[in-house]
């Protein structure tokens, strides 16, 4: 008899991408000849800089092809460490032994959550929230905690929601800026206080920081640069937004020897080094300093004009709410009651689609019903007619 599929207890509360749904059937859509305008992306729309694709076939050629140590290649850790490092006002310098190499930061911050969380404990999310966290936690067994931050403060969360958030059971928090799916930057008052609350309490807190370097209003901070102590602090970020390299799948995190050794060794178990040619392409992306920095001032230039261009489309329409994004390339947009909705940004994902033919992803998937993620990673007259549309659905 042919075994029927029970999923195990481990991936029983396990919910498919919310964002499958849309995608499919803006999929579906295209292939019966309808143009849609997709703004669902989550990754930059630039082709990885030349100089590393360049690196990464100088590497294969020259033998980069076998198994590298599990927690990546020293040359890779080292600029990792002195990456950070050109980050100012850390007392102590990391060093390559607190750097752990994956495939990708989502790896990075399933490993974190997995040695650091387990059956009972709850973490902290500042919700909206970037939706494989609640998943993450989930399969560690822990119980993530949604923390849903202040709509008249670009949904940020404050330490004091945090504290009223917390009990005895609480071991730790994610912590993103730039927020995905916000574009949402915190401020160093915001993170300082964060970061102090989480010390004393001794929560382990998991800063994933991998959009920090598209920001376009004074940068976008380190918790590096801020904790009080590295102690409790894991970091977590890559290559793939910065310098546009999602498919290479490089991610790695910052942590205290300790935890490093941890995750070293869970990955070991689950899928060893990350591959051994994109280890050498991000190498060249953080080692060729002038090249990587003129290549992400490029792409950092060119979201930040089409942020504008999409803020300037949607003036005209002055009750469309939404954050105003500081970070990433993402606009979060407010469509509570659209239609009456139970979920009103499911509605509305459906309704701005087969109306409208333009895919958005409905805030459900970070946790709060009453938004849409609209990406502005695509071509500025794109991203703006999206948006307008958007509006437009919004606003008939
Ligand atoms: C907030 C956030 N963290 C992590 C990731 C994963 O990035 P990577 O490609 O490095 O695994 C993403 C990707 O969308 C993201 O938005």
């Known amino acids: 008899m042919p075994l029927s599929f029970q999923p195990s207890p481990n991936i029983a509360r396990l919910k ?8 499919a059937k803006a999929r579906a859509l295209k292939a019966q000849g309808i143009p849609v305008i997709d703004l669902g992306a989550g990754e930059p729309d630039f082709d990885t800089p030349a100089f590393i694709r360049r690196a990464a076939a100088a590497a294969v050629e020259a033998g980069a092809t076998r198994y590298t140590n599990t927690e990546g290649i020293l040359p890779l850790r080292e600029a990792i460490a002195a990456d950070a490092n050109r980050i100012e006002g850390q007392s102590v310098p ?11 930061s989502k790896q990075s911050l399933y490993n974190a959550c997995v040695c650091c ?13 970037w939706t494989s966290y609640f998943e993450m936690v989930d399969l560690a067994r822990a119980v993530a905690v949604p923390v849903v931050g202040d709509p008249a403060n670009s949904l940020k969360v404050t330490a004091a929601m945090l504290a009223a958030a917390a009990t ?15 574009g949402a930057v915190y401020s160093r008052e915001e993170l300082a206080s964060i970061l102090t609350l989480a010390a004393d309490r001794g929560w382990w807190v998991i800063a994933d920081e991998i959009y920090r370097r598209i920001a376009y209003e004074g940068g976008a901070l380190s918790a590096l640069e801020i904790a009080p102590t590295r102690d409790n602090l ?11 390299m999602t498919g290479w799948r490089i991610g790695w995190s910052i942590a205290p020897p300790a935890v490093s050794k941890a ?24 080692v060729e300093r002038e090249q990587a920095d003129a290549a992400v001032s490029h792409m950092v230039q060119s979201f930040r004009q089409r942020r ?26 407010n469509v509570e009651g659209f239609r009456g909705a139970h979920d009103p940004g499911a509605a509305f994902a459906a309704a701005v689609l087969d109306e409208h033919q333009v895919a958005i992803v409905p805030g459900n998937a970070f946790g709060t019903p009453g938004w849409i993620r609209a990406s502005y990673a695509t071509t500025e007259s794109i991203a703006v007619e999206g948006l307008t549309r958007v509006a437009r659905c919004l606003t008939a």
């Open 94 to 104: 990391v060093t390559p032994a607190e750097v752990v190499v994956s495939n990708g």
């Open 168 to 182: 005895p059971r609480t071991r730790g928090l994610m912590l993103n800026s730039p927020s995905n799916p916000t």
């Open 308 to 333: 504008d261009a999409v803020l300037a489309a949607l003036a005209p329409f002055p009750s469309v709410r939404h954050v105003h994004p500081q970070g990433a390339f993402y606009l979060y947009v």
């Open 16 to 23: 498919e991408s919310a964002t499958l749904a849309v995608a």
């Open 117 to 129: 969380f387990g059956p009972g404990d709850e973490v902290l999310i500042p919700t909206p929230a």
């Open 234 to 244: 894991i970091v977590i970020n890559g290559v793939a937004k910065a310098y546009a």
């Open 263 to 286: 995750m070293t060794a869970f990955q070991g178990h689950t899928t060893s080094n990350a591959a051994a040619v994109s280890q050498h392409a991000a190498l060249a992306a953080l």
